[in-house]
């Protein structure tokens, strides 16, 4: 697994959204997700978005995914 396939799976699984995602060493990684349908939802939930795009590879190819979510205002 690697960073740019999992911005792909996350842009395409939130219509709309931009990710940033870093990570060297193929399992451990960190992504910054803005996306307007987090505007209202509670950190948990946006996060649960986010793990949703991903699926199964959570917990297997992808061992951790620290995240920050924001709407675009709070992006600014």
Do not use: S, W
Not at 16 to 43: M, S, W, Y
């Amino acid at each position: 697994m690697n960073a740019q396939t999992i911005q792909h799976l996350i842009e395409t699984g939130l219509p709309g959204a931009t990710a940033e995602v870093r990570g060297e060493d193929g399992v451990h990684f960190e992504a910054t997700v803005v996306c307007a349908a987090f505007a209202g939802k509670l950190p948990l939930a946006r996060h649960r978005m986010v793990y949703a795009t991903l699926g199964d590879r959570m917990g297997g190819e992808i061992h951790a995914l620290a995240l920050k979510t924001l709407t675009p205002d709070e992006a600014g």
